[in-house]
């Protein structure tokens, strides 16, 4: 699986857009960008999933450049609940046999009021 | 709520005891997965089932570590012999062929 490159942590205002950028520049083409989140002492949660169109969901939406080698996950109004880690995944879809997830280290969003 | 169960949430045990975590599935999904999860670090992958049969083993899963799935519904994941490295946060996630439904998790830790 092609590897992902996020930041450590980043910092977002309570009501405003949150930005974590995704650099996965080994992407082949038949792999997907997926975001999960994990909430502190929750399991990681499923955000959203692209392959190189553009996508939105109730929670978010996802950015994926032309060359699909980076991408940025928006939250479009962060709370407070959006504290968590954020996962940026690349997996080929549909899953092989294994469609296991590998989870690197994460962007820690600190949502501050 | 994801409709993944995990039992206990919490376990403290001794060095060199043996503990077993239960994962229920959402009843539809036919694949199963465990991981473990240390302080600060992403989840890694220890195992998949696909209905009963453990398609899959990860290289972290010592010989201490059995899972099963025995009616391709439930599964469990035994330690034996544990040690304080084993301390971890072992989550399990159910797929019917959509994304990971991951439960809440059952955190181990080894005295």
């Known amino acids: 699986d092609a590897k992902t490159t996020q930041p450590t942590s980043m910092d977002c205002a309570e009501g405003r857009a949150a930005n974590l950028p995704c650099n996965h520049s080994t992407i082949s083409g038949n792999e997907y960008v997926y975001w999960y989140r994990q909430i502190h002492s929750q399991g990681p949660q499923y955000i959203i999933h692209?392959?190189?169109n553009n996508e939105t969901n109730e929670m978010a939406s996802l950015i994926i450049t032309e060359d699909r080698k980076s991408s940025t996950l928006i939250l479009p109004h962060a709370t407070l609940r959006d504290t968590a880690v954020y996962y940026c995944?690349?997996?080929?879809?549909?899953?092989?046999?294994?469609?296991?997830?590998?989870f690197g280290g994460g962007t820690r969003l600190m949502v501050k009021p | 709520d994801t409709g993944v169960s995990q039992d206990p949430r919490h376990k403290i045990t001794k060095r060199g005891q043996n503990v077993t975590f239960r994962c229920d599935p959402i009843?539809?999904?036919?694949?199963l997965y465990w991981y473990r999860q240390t302080l600060g670090q992403g989840p890694e992958f220890l195992t998949y089932f696909q209905n009963e049969a453990q398609l899959e083993k990860s290289r972290l899963l010592s010989d201490r570590f059995s899972a099963e799935r025995p009616k391709g519904s439930f599964s469990t994941l035994e330690i034996q012999r544990t040690e304080q490295g084993d301390s971890a946060m072992y989550l399990c996630?159910?797929?019917?062929?959509?994304?990971?439904?991951f439960g809440e998790g059952s955190r181990l830790t080894v005295l």
């Open positions: 009843s539809e999904h036919n694949r």
């Open positions: 995944i690349v997996r080929p879809r549909p899953y092989n046999a294994g469609n296991m997830l590998t």
């Open positions: 692209g392959l190189k």
């Open positions: 996630a159910s797929n019917g062929g959509g994304e990971l439904f």
